[in-house]
């Protein structure tokens, strides 16, 4: 088997920080044999269609940077028509697909666990044809995600998120949707929609309490009901910061797939970037489709 591994670096990611630990990390793969090739990411289409012409071309592929790079990795690698296994060293501002996975933040720590080479089949999300790893979300807590200046994200971490979603409480809007699944269908007006395979969302929603498994064909489904007036507003804030999802006005459904239909074309946040703007999106899971190094 070919030794040659790819590291697809973010220069721009968590404070710059991964410029200061390049060498490191590079140096740790060469003395385990590995001959590495470094792509420094420019922009999303650009890295996207490298990693999808050149990853068959090497044993492993590498990410250093945060999860929306780690997005056009999957992305890139879902299209390169071999299956290659996928590591991560991360270095973004909030992370939560490492947390979910037990990735070590410290850079050499998470390094030596992908030279270890364990395989883990980990379910993708699919949302009209573009990949993702952890969330696809819409609402009233998605645009902060990528509309939060990197340097407010670099600066507060968790909290950026936090404060732009209480920033723009004023301009909370109920949107329309009907979702159909398998098993069941529902209509409504919703504050906020989440796809999810994460125990962790934006450093703010926390699901660390549900019963999620990364491997098992199944994302969870997030429905938040508008709430009818600010009593039930704040206590619903205040259960999602305590990671109380029994909320009357909070559901969670387990779907392998689904349709989401809105009356008004509404934006969405895939992986904490921006993925567009949709008035309708089929999701399915693709089951076991990438194995993370862990």
Request: charged share 20%; proline share 2%.
């Amino acid at each position: 088997m070919s030794n040659r591994l790819l590291l697809i670096v973010n220069p721009h990611a968590g404070k710059r920080k991964v410029k200061d630990c390049l060498f490191e990390i590079i140096n740790a793969f060469t003395e385990n044999g590995k001959n590495v090739t470094v792509y420094p990411t420019k922009n999303k289409i650009e890295t996207i269609a490298y990693i999808k012409n050149n990853a068959a071309d090497f044993e492993a592929v590498v990410v250093c940077g945060g999860d929306g790079t780690l997005n056009e990795a999957v992305n890139g690698l879902m299209q390169c028509g071999k299956r290659i296994p996928l590591g991560y060293i991360p270095f973004g501002s909030t992370n939560d697909f490492a947390s979910s996975l037990d990735i070590p933040s410290i850079c050499l720590s998470a390094t030596k666990k992908i030279i270890q080479g364990n395989k883990f089949a980990y379910d993708l999300g699919c949302l009209n044809g573009s990949y993702f790893t952890y969330i696809a979300c819409a609402g009233a807590f998605a645009e902060t995600s990528y509309l939060t200046s990197q340097n407010l994200k670099n600066r507060l971490g968790h909290f950026a998120y936090l404060l732009s979603s209480v920033k723009s409480l004023h301009t909370l809007r109920k949107t329309s949707m009907t979702i159909t699944a398998p098993n069941f269908s529902v209509s409504g007006d919703f504050l906020f929609t989440a796809i999810l395979n994460s125990l962790n969302a934006g450093g703010v929603l926390d699901f660390s309490k549900e019963k999620i498994v990364f491997n098992d064909g199944l994302f969870e489904l997030l429905l938040i009901k508008m709430p009818k007036d600010i009593i039930d507003f704040s206590a619903l804030i205040k259960d999602l910061l305590n990671a109380d999802l029994k909320n009357k006005n909070i559901s969670i459904h387990k779907v392998s797939e689904c349709n989401i239909k809105v009356e008004k074309e509404i934006g969405w946040a895939i992986d904490g970037e921006d993925g567009g703007s949709s008035k309708e999106i089929d999701f399915k899971v693709i089951s076991k489709s990438i194995d993370i190094l862990l």
